[in-house]
């Protein structure tokens, strides 16, 4: 069995040019899966409130969807390093209430470290949250939650003072404890110099091939939604919303046709009383399994749903 990894392993990874991999999960089954897979680094992202909730933002996101989606995701990847974004308006409002929320996501949600967006400004309650013991990711770039602030999902650091701003965030998350960066929809040269300046991680998102590791979004890489809207900075490793239209719309047609359930699919009476009393039914009668009133041997089912 792997070992969850640590923060020191992810500072040392970056010093050995080991690439840090990181993917959103938002539920059990998808964070059993990311952990079968080997992922280095599992996401909570806010971004749970565009792909599963489908909200337009994240800024509907709160802290108790954050704390039960971790929750899931906790009990799915018991030896993965987990990350759990706080939500919108739950940090940078002073820093006893972003101590007390940082809490409750450790705690109740079981998160190993939290994820903040901003930079300069949120420098002074990153140093609180780790010296109180939380690991911190900071978040730079194109930040969803302040989208309306920055006036779209659009790619940042193009301009000279920009590119200065984000250096200077960068920097002073570093100083002020944080273990990781996220830089999003950055330019590449600009995240290539950002990753060369720190000595902590910085993991991209449409940040190029300069940046210390790398994080996409689940529902991204397997086109698990409806309908599926390329994006530039995305490569889908699997068309996972089209396996699962097709397997319902076959569903949905056997259940009209009476294809299904078939006769694999049904229990039956372990006496003929039931028959004697109901009488075996069309559906018995035209099998002679059903007919003789034993139950099928292949029932493994039964056993734990019957
Ligand atoms: O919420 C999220 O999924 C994120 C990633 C896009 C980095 O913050």
């Not at 397997?247 to 039956?268: D, L, M, N, T």
Request: proline share 4%; hydrophobic share 40%; aromatic share 6%.
């Amino acid at each position: 069995m792997r070992k969850r990894l640590t923060i020191t392993n992810l500072k040392k990874m970056k010093q050995d040019k080991n690439p840090i991999s990181m993917l959103t999960a938002y539920d059990y089954p998808s964070a059993l899966l990311a952990e079968e897979a080997g992922l280095d680094v599992i996401l909570v992202g806010d971004s749970l409130g565009n792909v599963v909730l489908g909200y337009d933002t994240t800024i509907p996101v709160t802290l108790e969807d954050m704390i039960y989606h971790t929750r899931a995701v906790a009990r799915g990847a018991k030896n993965t390093f987990i990350v759990t974004d706080m939500p919108f308006m739950t940090y940078g409002i002073g820093r006893e209430s972003t101590l007390r929320n940082a809490a409750r996501l450790m705690q109740e949600g079981g998160a190993q470290a939290l994820k903040l967006e901003g930079g300069t400004d949120i420098a002074s309650e990153v140093e609180a949250l780790v010296k109180a013991g939380i690991p911190v990711m900071g978040h730079i770039g194109l930040t969803p939650q302040s989208v309306h602030q920055l006036g779209g999902y659009k790619v940042q650091g193009k301009l000279e003072r920009e590119a200065e701003k984000l250096m200077e965030d960068a920097k002073a998350l570093e100083a002020a404890g944080a273990f990781a960066i996220v830089l999003e929809l950055v330019t590449e040269p600009l995240a290539e110099a950002i990753s060369k300046e720190l000595s902590i991680p910085t993991i991209g998102i449409g940040a190029g091939r300069g940046c210390d590791g790398q994080v996409l979004v689940y529902h991204d890489i397997l086109q698990y939604s409806s309908p599926y809207i390329e994006k530039k900075m995305v490569k889908t490793y699997a068309d996972i919303g089209s396996t699962i239209r097709n397997a319902i719309s076959s569903y949905v047609s056997e259940v009209k046709a009476g294809a299904f359930p078939a006769e694999e699919h049904s229990f039956g009476a372990k006496s003929a009383a039931i028959n004697h009393l109901y009488g075996a039914g069309e559906a018995a009668n035209n099998s002679s399994n059903q007919a003789s009133g034993e139950e099928s041997p292949k029932r493994d089912f039964v056993s734990n749903h019957s």
